[in-house]
């Protein structure tokens, strides 16, 4: 790389210098940083493997201390994706090819205002307002499907459910989520569209046929994007969720399984000895699976576009 | 001991200056030394006012006493202009483990020094081991959202199966028992609980481990030990929750409980609810915990105290310093300051800004005592 920039200009000026300079250190500090927060993870959550269970909360060992948290992580992100990916695709839609320029302009604002409200406003959101007014949805649920695990009740009457951290979630993760996607569907070359709409395809069947295979890696890259959002998400969780470290499907009683980034959140300040070092294992767990759903989601983006070629 | 002893015979002046702390706002300063006990510390108590301390001190621990370490320092650094105070509220463990790696003068914490810990201690205070003082008193209050029952009364045994989860209904006969001729509604009973870890969670599932018996089958923890449940993040959650919420009920600091209805709880055969005057005559009645060194006042509360007028589901948070420092200035900084807290005019100052209740005199004075031979190491 430097090598014909040499050939080409034996004396390299000072300002070339003092930006490649500046231009490497940027890139190093950013893998010296990821380095060394999982060296710090590792190091500080490894002694908790022989933490006993009065650093745990009375869990016997640090898988069994662990796993409920993973599991509410992981449930309440994929309540949040289940809700977020549709109405993101439904939004990127509207404002990418249906609305008119103005309407989808004001929408694409509206959207990423969103992304600027902090996450505690959205704590406090679901607290006071939203959880509330879900609480009759609840106990309609439990009353007429009941039957469904998913809905086993007895509904929660503060409506502090996973299903609403779930529902506050994809609110959170739609603005990034939708950003990427209207993007990348606005970037369907034009002529394809054209060519659909000539060959008497309908707006959808255009749609279908020459826009989502263009967007498709670009779409999976924005869920999973969003998917990292909402695996890390802490204050809005920590604030909604009424969490009672219990592994259950039930999503709408009181009675809830918390999530990792939460869980720290709340227990961190009065945690003490081996306690702390259980905290930072579980970080390092939800480190280790953000890592591979990145890894996963570059994987799929990389298959799809050799597919697309 | 010679604790219990004035424990017993102070017990009235006691009451009646818990009463007049909460009813008046001053001139108790006064009557402190007319109580009985040493002479000298309502002097000394006024000398670490007296303006003469400078430098800067710091703390940290109990997030419980946040608002009344507020209102201390403010006023002592009024009277002190030369000195400053800070107090960092991360957390009981958190500033006692601070205090054991020599990081803060001195600690807060909702909960006395395990044996480990006061062994610890002789490594940063010179070998002797730690000082410690009760300096906050604050009744947890059973708060409960039911539209339509006031005066709520639960017992023990009732309570504790409410947040077990084997009561699940308001009309369940326990409570009706408890509530004769209360019209009590077929509805869920939901009950709200700290989500994280909290002294004011320790001391309720220590009233329940102590008072309920076989209702309640935990031992005292700072983690909420049932599986079941609603959870809620910190006293403002819970009281939110309850608050939000219908058929809910918690428990929380009684100064952070706002309009929410209080219930009374049984005590002996009288229902006592959750009043300053009550919680300093329960923090009264308790012993010191056996085995400790004479310099260490941690108290074991007597949950189970059937004394009328005693409201024993109480948080009774310390502070945790050194017999001697290294540096003079910092060991009178430390007994000027803690001096300061423990006294009338100190724990007066908590009342008002914080809604704690005070210290009974003759904890007071204890604690004063102690502080007193706090000096430089020689």
Not at chain 1, 14 to 29: E, I, N, P, Y
């Amino acid at each position: 790389m430097t090598a014909p920039v040499a050939v080409r200009r034996p004396k390299a000026r000072l300002g070339d210098r003092v930006f490649v300079g500046t231009t490497w250190s940027a890139g190093l500090l950013i893998v010296l940083t990821l380095a060394g927060v999982a060296i710090f993870l590792a190091v500080e959550g490894i002694p908790a493997l022989r933490a006993g269970s009065a650093d745990l909360n009375g869990a016997t060992n640090i898988v069994a201390y662990v796993w409920p948290l993973l599991f509410g992580t992981l449930l309440a992100a994929v309540i949040a994706l289940v809700v977020a990916t549709p109405l993101a695709l439904g939004v990127s839609l509207v404002v990418s090819h249906y609305a008119p320029a103005r309407l989808s302009k004001l929408v694409g604002y509206a959207i990423d205002l969103l992304a600027a409200v902090p996450s505690v406003v959205y704590g406090l959101w679901g607290i006071g307002f939203f959880g509330v007014k879900l609480v009759p949805a609840f106990e309609w649920l439990a009353a007429h499907f009941g039957w469904i695990p998913l809905f086993a009740g007895p509904a929660s009457t503060t409506g502090r459910t996973i299903l609403t951290a779930g529902l506050v979630l994809a609110i959170m993760v739609l603005p990034i989520t939708t950003a990427i996607t209207r993007e990348v569907l606005a970037q369907t070359p034009t002529l394809q569209q054209e060519a659909a709409l000539a060959l008497g395809a309908t707006r959808w069947e255009m749609i279908r046929l020459a826009v989502f295979p263009h967007a498709r890696s670009g779409i999976v890259s924005a869920v999973m994007l969003g998917l990292g959002r909402a695996l890390g998400e802490t204050m809005a969780v920590a604030m909604v969720l009424s969490a009672s470290g219990v592994v259950t499907l039930n999503l709408i009683s009181s009675t809830n399984p918390s999530t990792i980034a939460a869980n720290i959140a709340l227990q961190f300040p009065e945690a003490a000895g081996l306690g702390v070092n259980a905290l930072i294992f579980s970080g390092l767990v939800l480190f280790v699976i953000t890592f591979a759903v990145n890894f996963a989601a570059r994987a799929i983006v990389a298959r799809s576009s050799r597919e697309a070629r | 001991m010679n604790s219990s002893f004035v424990a017993r015979t102070a017990l009235p002046a006691a009451a009646a200056l818990a009463l007049g702390l909460g009813l008046s706002s001053c001139g108790a300063a006064n009557e402190q030394p007319s109580s009985g006990g040493a002479t000298g510390q309502g002097a000394n108590a006024t000398a670490s006012l007296s303006g003469t301390l400078s430098g800067t001190l710091n703390g940290a621990g109990s997030s419980a006493q946040e608002a009344a370490q507020g209102g201390w320092t403010a006023k002592f650094q009024t009277s002190n202009p030369n000195a400053t105070v800070n107090y960092d509220p991360v957390g009981s463990g958190g500033g006692v483990d601070e205090f054991l790696s020599g990081g803060v003068a001195f600690a807060g914490s909702d909960a006395y020094l395990s044996t480990d810990q006061v062994a610890e201690s002789k490594k940063v205070c010179g070998g002797q081991s730690a000082i410690e003082v009760p300096d906050y008193i604050s009744p947890i209050a059973v708060v409960y959202h039911l539209p339509g029952v006031d005066n709520l009364r639960l017992s023990p045994d009732t309570l504790a199966k409410i947040f077990a989860g084997t009561i699940t209904q308001w009309n369940d006969p326990a409570i009706k028992a408890d509530n004769p001729g209360a019209t009590l509604p077929a509805q869920r009973i939901t009950p709200v609980h700290r989500s994280d870890d909290s002294g004011t969670t320790d001391n309720f599932t220590d009233y329940l481990h102590q008072a309920a018996g076989d209702a309640w089958t935990y031992p005292a923890s700072e983690t909420w030990p049932v599986k079941s449940g609603e959870g809620a993040d910190g006293t403002s959650g819970v009281v939110a929750a309850v608050q939000k919420g219908s058929g809910t009920v918690g428990y929380a600091d009684a100064s952070q409980a706002g309009q929410l209805s209080k219930a009374q709880i049984k005590v002996g055969s009288s229902w006592v609810g959750p009043t300053a005057a009550a919680a300093s005559k329960a923090a009264g009645l308790s012993k010191p915990v056996s085995g400790r060194a004479a310099s260490d006042l941690a108290l074991s509360i007597n949950r189970t105290t059937t004394e009328s007028g005693a409201y024993p589901l109480v948080l009774v948070s310390y502070l945790i310093g050194c017999p001697t420092y290294g540096d003079a200035n910092t060991a009178k900084l430390v007994k000027g300051y803690l001096t300061y807290i423990v006294s009338p005019q100190g724990q007066q100052v908590a009342a008002q800004v914080a809604g704690s209740a005070p210290l009974p005199s003759n904890l007071s004075q204890q604690a004063t005592q102690q502080l007193a031979d706090i000096a430089v190491k020689g």
